[in-house]
Structures are given as structure tokens and as C-alpha cells.
T-cell receptor, first 114, second 116 residues
Framework: DAEITQSPRHKITETGRQVTLACHQT?????MFWYRQDLGHGLRLIHY???????NKGEVSDGYSVSRSNTEDLPLTLESAASSQTSVYFC?????????????FGPGTRLTVL | AQKVTQAQTEISVVEKEDVTLDCVYE???????LFWYKQPPSGELVFLIR??????QNEISGRYSWNFQKSTSSFNFTITASQVVDSAVYFC?????????????FGSGTRLLVRP
């Protein structure tokens, strides 16, 4: 069965360290997204990609970067982790096309920055 | 600006009660899509329903029903005869085309607790 996976599921790191969160999908979806979930804010879009070599900034992109070298993967990098980036991170994917396509979400990564 | 408001932060009901989760949205576009997602205690997000802006028919799926009213910019979700397994955080979301891209804007979520 097609799926979307995230690793690690839990991560503790220290302020200033670089951290990369992995996202891998086997749906063969063109579109991939990264969100963060914080209490009282719902999910907020960090970065998104509509295909290989395409990346775009979302609502809360400062301090994060992504790269898309193939269809299946969209790793999220925190260049220099800050305590404000402690959050639960979700990766999602959807079919190419318009806004009508639902997004399929990964299980999430809980990141703690000390 | 696009915005989704879920004013109910938390709702607690007793099993078998009916419960309605409110969702109000703001958008400048005439073509848009509305979604509901469920996040059970295990943490994953589960797609429940999609509705486009041209289809105002209410939808029923088992104990779940959705009421879409463009006149009030609302897309409310009702669970009939609630069960303990319905306990979760429910998110309403809006998707529209903006500057040649489309994004999903989430509300802050409503936590539903169904007590036995």
C-alpha cells in the first residue's frame, strides 16, 4: 500500500544544531508539504513543492529549508535549531493539479529543541 | 485574507449526544474547497470530507453530516449519537488558488471529548 513516512518520529536536539527531518511518500504525488503544529495555531505551512527541483516558502518558513531532488522525498532542514522550533512537524502530499485534491499526511515528528 | 476560524476550542459531551463543530471561513475567491480532518489521540491526520464552493448540498456519511452555507461562510460538522471513538481534534481547512499556487489554511482545531 502507498504511504507517507516520516523519520525520526521523535527528536531531541540542542539550540544551534542543524537538524534534518525526513519525509518519504510512495503515492507518486507531485505535491509535497511541510507543516508545524502548535497548540492554538492548528497547522501552519512551512514549505511546499509542486515537483522535482521546485520549492516554495510557506507562512512560517524562516529558519527552515527544503530541497526536492526526486518525487518521493522532501527533507526539511532546520539550519540552526531554536527553542521556538519545538513543535510537531507533519509532512503531506497530494496529487498534482488544483486545490481540490486532499492532502495525505505522515504520522508526524515531535521535535524538542533544548 | 484567507482565514479559518474554529471558535470552539474544546467540547465535552456524553456518549450518544449529538454535537456540532463550527467552522467559519474568509476568502476573496469564488472558487475554493473546504475540508475536515480528524486527528485522533494517536496523532495522525485523517481526511474526512471535501466540499467545493459550488456545491452547497449537505452531506451525510453514517453518523457524520456537514452543513455548508455560503451565505454565512460556514461549513459545520455534526456528529450524531457520538461515541467515545469520536474523541479527537477536528480541523477545518480552506484551499484556494492564490498567486498561482494553492495552499491549505487550517483552523486552530476543536478538541472533542466524548465521555462514556
Amino acid at each position: 500500500d502507498a504511504e507517507i513516512t516520516q523519520s525520526p518520529r521523535h527528536k531531541i536536539t540542542e539550540t544551534g544544531r542543524q537538524v534534518t527531518l525526513a519525509c518519504h511518500q510512495t503515492w507518486n504525488h507531485n505535491n509535497m508539504f511541510w507543516y508545524r503544529q502548535d497548540l492554538g495555531h492548528g497547522l501552519r505551512l512551512i514549505h511546499y513543492s509542486y515537483g522535482v527541483q521546485d520549492t516554495n516558502k510557506g507562512e512560517v518558513s524562516d529558519g527552515y529549508s527544503v530541497s526536492r531532488s526526486n518525487t518521493e522525498d522532501l527533507p526539511l532542514t532546520l539550519e540552526s535549531a531554536a527553542s521556538s522550533q519545538t513543535s510537531v512537524y507533519f509532512c503531506a502530499s497530494s496529487l498534482a493539479g488544483g486545490p481540490e485534491n486532499e492532502q495525505f499526511f505522515g504520522p508526524g515528528t515531535r521535535l524538542t529543541v533544548l | 485574507a484567507q482565514k479559518v476560524t474554529q471558535a470552539q476550542t474544546e467540547i465535552s459531551v456524553v456518549e450518544k449526544e449529538d454535537v456540532t463543530l463550527d467552522c467559519v471561513y474568509e476568502t476573496r475567491d469564488t472558487t475554493y474547497y473546504l475540508f475536515w480532518y480528524k486527528q485522533p489521540p494517536s496523532g495522525e491526520l485523517v481526511f474526512l470530507i471535501r466540499r467545493n464552493s459550488f456545491d452547497e448540498q449537505n452531506e451525510i456519511s453514517g453518523r457524520y453530516s456537514w452543513n455548508f452555507q455560503k451565505s454565512t461562510s460556514s461549513f459545520n460538522f455534526t456528529i450524531t449519537a457520538s461515541q467515545v471513538v469520536d474523541s479527537a481534534v477536528y480541523f477545518c481547512a480552506l484551499s484556494e488558488v492564490l498567486d498561482s499556487s494553492y495552499k491549505l489554511i487550517f483552523g486552530s482545531g476543536t478538541r472533542l471529548l466524548v465521555r462514556p
